[in-house]
């Protein structure tokens, strides 16, 4: 059996060349990317002394990086992109992973467990392509701006622990919920929203672990009892309020 190996390759880059440095290995990387021995890799910048990058890459095996990905075209074409860096190199060996290795305790974002902006927007495609078929939601959101599949999933990556996207370019809390004023939502309405989110999450591939979904659903049903609440004919707008920040709750992600 062939072991798994870590290269890495210890540069120091003048500051003034860092840039062109960081161009060309951005080019250099999809060859890298592209080769069957690799799998992964990743350049990293010294935070302490801005001139000193590492570059890790973990192949199949020493055999293979040096037999396969060196004899290769793309090792020729990775090669010409980063040849000025060479004489800038001060270590470039394989090292072998000992035993001592493992995981910290830090919990994920349910976003970043999610799959990030990207599973957030796969999910709400889905859904709303779900939502104009549907007999009971298709009324609501007849006229639907084109937008507004990429507006919800940042603000579910928002909620779910992801970037500030939806509150640094559409509003806050208030924002979003004022959306909803005046829209008569029924409860037939908001449960099937929430139903056609859920078939939504399994077809854009969410993780289906019990733990990501239940908070999934909490929030869920706790946002759509809101927007049913704030779109009753007599709901006064709400006060502007920061984004809800949604977590694990009781059950945090299962690591075996
Ligand atoms: C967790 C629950 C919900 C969330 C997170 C949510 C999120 C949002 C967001 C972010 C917007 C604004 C989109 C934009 O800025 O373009 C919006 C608008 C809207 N939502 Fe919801 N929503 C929820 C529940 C519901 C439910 C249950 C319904 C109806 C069944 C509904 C109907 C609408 C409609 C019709 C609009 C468009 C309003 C307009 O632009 O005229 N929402 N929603």
Redesign the pocket.
Known sequence: MTVQTVEYIRYRIPEQQSAQFLAAYTRAARHLAAAPQCVDYELARCEEDFEHFILRITWTSTEDHLEGFRKSELFSDFLAEIRPYVGNIQEMRHYKPTTVRGTGASVPTLYAWAGGAEAFSRLTEVFYDKVLGDDV?AP??AGL?P??AS??AL??GEVFGGPPA?SET?GGHGH?VA??LG?G?TEA??RR?VNLLQDAADEAGLPTDAEFRSAFVA??EW??RL??YFSSPDAAPPAEQPVPKWHWGAAPPYRP
């Open positions: 939601l609501v959101f701006a937008e507004h507006h919800v603000w579910l939806y559409q979003m959306k909803h829209k939502i309405q908001r929203w929030y869920a946002g759509t927007a049913v």
